[in-house]
């Protein structure tokens, strides 16, 4: 059987952690916390319940998921966020594909499975026209009909991973990582994976700071 390591990205998540690694360890031969040099007991908490844990360069949440994806153990890896959002019962959807051998990438879409964070708000609107404009570009650009390219809660097969030369070092590395796959050939597939809002602090994203890097990174991966 291959292995699966779950990556748990952390920044300042020490509220949330414990439950997340506790949902997630019926699914893990490994469970890997990349941190992004918390202040507070976020590393303290991943140690006490086992987790093995390693430090991000600092320069965001890309830079974890390229330390991890450079550091896990496993053959396969599942990403899932620190701040409760995603649905540890839905690990065994997402990893399938892959264990069937007919995915590479494998995405949980908030497009087939909803959200309770997208919706409500300007700045909701705004963030969902920009990723309906990201997916208009990235399913004409490749001839795909997917929903979601944003989620982080995905799984991927280890040495395709490390085969993409991922360079982003923000949120822009899950579409950077889809875009990578299409491109190069690899097989994407989705499942519906319901979002949960964060359950504590405050959205840690400013819209308006990083919506050009956004489109920027599109450009720049997708042509
Ligand atoms: N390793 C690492 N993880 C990070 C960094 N920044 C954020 N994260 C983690 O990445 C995951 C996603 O970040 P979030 O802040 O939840 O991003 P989001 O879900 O798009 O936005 P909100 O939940 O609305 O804040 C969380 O588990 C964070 O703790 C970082 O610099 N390094
Ligand atoms: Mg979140």
């Excluded at 499942?191 to 956004?214: A, C, D």
Aim: glycine share 10%; with cysteine; hydrophobic share 35%.
């Amino acid at each position: 059987m291959p292995r699966v390591t779950i990556v748990i990205p952390t920044k300042n998540e020490g509220r949330t952690l414990q439950e997340v690694i506790e949902g997630v360890r019926p699914y893990a031969d490994e469970i890997l916390v990349v941190d992004g040099h918390s202040t507070d007991d976020t590393r303290r908490i991943a140690l006490e319940l086992g987790a093995r844990v390693e430090l991000d360069g600092g320069r965001g949440k890309g830079d974890g998921i390229r330390t991890a994806i450079e550091k896990a153990k496993g053959d396969i890896l599942l990403f899932t966020d620190a701040d409760g959002s995603h649905e540890p019962s839905d690990i065994p959807k997402l990893l399938a594909p892959i264990l069937r051998d007919e995915a590479d990438l494998v995405i949980g879409s908030r497009g087939r499975g909803g959200s309770d964070e997208a919706y409500g708000t300007i700045a909701d609107f705004m963030r969902n026209t920009g990723g309906h404009v990201i997916l208009l570009a990235i399913n004409y650009r490749f001839g795909v009909r997917l929903t979601d390219s944003q989620n982080g809660f995905r799984a991927i097969r280890a040495d395709v991973a490390r085969q993409l030369g991922l360079r982003e070092d923000l949120t822009t590395i899950e579409q950077e990582m889809l875009i990578r796959c299409l491109k190069l050939g690899y097989r994407v597939l989705e499942v519906p994976s319901h979002e949960y809002k964060r359950r504590h602090g405050q959205s840690r994203i400013n819209l308006w700071k990083v919506s050009h890097i956004y489109v920027w990174s599109v450009l720049k991966n997708i042509w």
